[in-house]
């Protein structure tokens, strides 16, 4: 970045200050600080404005809608989960995940078999191998959180990557919240791939990650159930750079929680590209954080977004069961 015409002027004790806000003359541009990584700046995030103002425009017939982030997330009113809802109304919501990619239903005091029941007019769902489910309907995963059985999914992830084909969405409902913390951020996975240089897209583009469900799910398996269970799910190889199946966008795919190494890279060449590009989700003018209530409901793309689950009630009690659609191989 060039130098910049900063004015000065001087106090009656003679101290020398600058009249010019560090701001004023950044506009679109981003400030470059040093550190050891070289990567960090601050700034403007110029390419979040046409997304934002896309939004800005949309309207709906079926639900009014409150915004949350710059280009990501969206609270829907006037929505019961509970009633058996038209078409129409399921496909409105269907774009409505489209463009704000995750979107948050209050009060929504919805049964079991109620949730099953919404999550399937979006398509088939899956059942989760290594997490336990509801008693009577396994398609929910049960997240039972207390004193006992600690959060750990406080990483930034997309689900299940591990799978020749990674879920495309999800439906979480809260059953019992703690009084503070346990919030759920996510993360506007287009908007990290469009902020990254064009050098680096270029680099990335051809790229392939492997994904290992025994990243995060080996450490609960015995010996044996681990070849088993390797039998069954083989390491898989998606693109680092996806292109959603409905959007037609690009969209950057790696995650720590289930990216082994990225191929034909040497370790070190590995572990220093998917650092960086697993920072990208760090970037809060991508995010958008979601206080839960009892009975909120959020679903999301998971395609399009990665999630982070604070991990930060312990020892408070924490029950979500989440209904996961079943998704495409990754292209």
């Not at 492997?210 to 083989?234: C, N, T, W």
């Not at 999630?307 to 009690?317: E, R, T």
């Amino acid at each position: 970045m060039t130098a910049i015409d900063t004015k000065i002027r001087t106090l009656d004790t003679g101290e020398k200050i600058a009249t010019n806000d560090p701001g004023e003359f950044l506009k679109a541009k981003r400030l470059p600080i040093h550190t050891a990584t070289g990567d960090l700046s601050v700034g403007p995030i110029g390419h979040l404005a046409q997304e934002r103002r896309r939004l800005d425009n949309l309207t709906w017939d079926n639900f009014e809608v409150t915004r949350y982030g710059a280009t990501i997330g969206a609270e829907l009113h006037g929505i019961d989960l509970r009633v058996d809802l038209s078409d129409d109304v399921i496909a409105e919501i269907h774009q409505a995940l489209l463009d704000y990619k995750v979107l948050f239903f209050r009060d929504q005091p919805i049964t079991s078999a109620q949730h099953v029941a919404f999550a399937k007019r979006f398509g088939d769902l899956e059942i989760h191998p290594f997490i336990p489910g509801n008693e009577d309907l396994p398609e929910l995963v049960r997240f039972e959180k207390s004193a006992d059985v600690a959060g750990y999914e406080n990483g930034w992830h997309s689900d299940v990557t591990w799978r020749e084909c990674p879920s495309k969405g999800a439906v979480l409902h809260a059953i019992q919240v703690p009084p503070t913390g346990g919030d759920t951020l996510f993360c506007d996975m287009y908007a990290a791939y469009e902020g990254l240089s064009e050098e680096l897209k270029e680099r990335i583009e051809t790229m392939v990650a492997v994904h290992d469900y025994s990243q995060a799910f080996g450490h609960q398996l015995d010996e044996e159930a681990q070849k088993e269970m390797r039998i069954k799910y083989p390491m898989v190889e998606h693109p680092v750079v996806r292109t959603h199946h409905e959007t037609g966008r690009k969209l950057l795919y790696v995650n720590h929680f289930f990216v082994s190494h990225l191929k034909d890279l040497s370790p070190e060449e590995s572990d220093m590209l998917m650092e960086k590009l697993c920072r990208q989700a760090t970037i809060l003018e991508y995010q958008c954080r979601f206080r839960w209530t009892p009975d909120s409901v959020v679903f999301w793309d998971n395609r399009a977004v990665q999630h982070y689950a604070a991990s930060d009630y312990w020892p408070d009690v924490r029950i979500m069961e989440r209904a996961s659609i079943i998704g495409e191989r990754p292209y």
